[in-house]
């Protein structure tokens, strides 16, 4: 994959496009475990937004012990 180059305009510009999720989005973001890892869990959402492109928007959840947990929440922007 290559590196974007964007600069602190453009990620604003990005982060200022309205986003619609759809009306099932918390059935398609619940989280799964991944083959890879038995302490990671993974839910992912594509968004078309219109004369943009696509945003992947990814939750992770991440089990440290059996005490501690972290989660995360990821966008990615996929032109064309």
């Known amino acids: 994959m290559p590196v ?3 600069s602190d305009k453009d990620i604003d510009g990005l982060i200022a496009v309205p986003k619609y999720l759809p ?3 918390r059935s398609r973001l619940r989280t799964r475990a991944r083959s ?3 302490k990671h869990e993974e839910g992912q959402l594509e968004i ?3 004369d943009t492109g696509t945003f992947r928007v990814i ?3 991440i ?3 059996c005490w501690t947990s ?3 929440l990821v966008i990615y ?3 064309g």
């Open 4 to 6: 974007a180059q964007l």
């Open 23 to 25: 009306g099932d989005y």
């Open 36 to 38: 890879y890892s038995d």
């Open 48 to 50: 078309d937004v219109q």
């Open 59 to 61: 939750i992770r959840k």
């Open 63 to 65: 089990v440290l012990t």
């Open 70 to 72: 972290a989660q995360s």
């Open 77 to 79: 922007l996929q032109n």
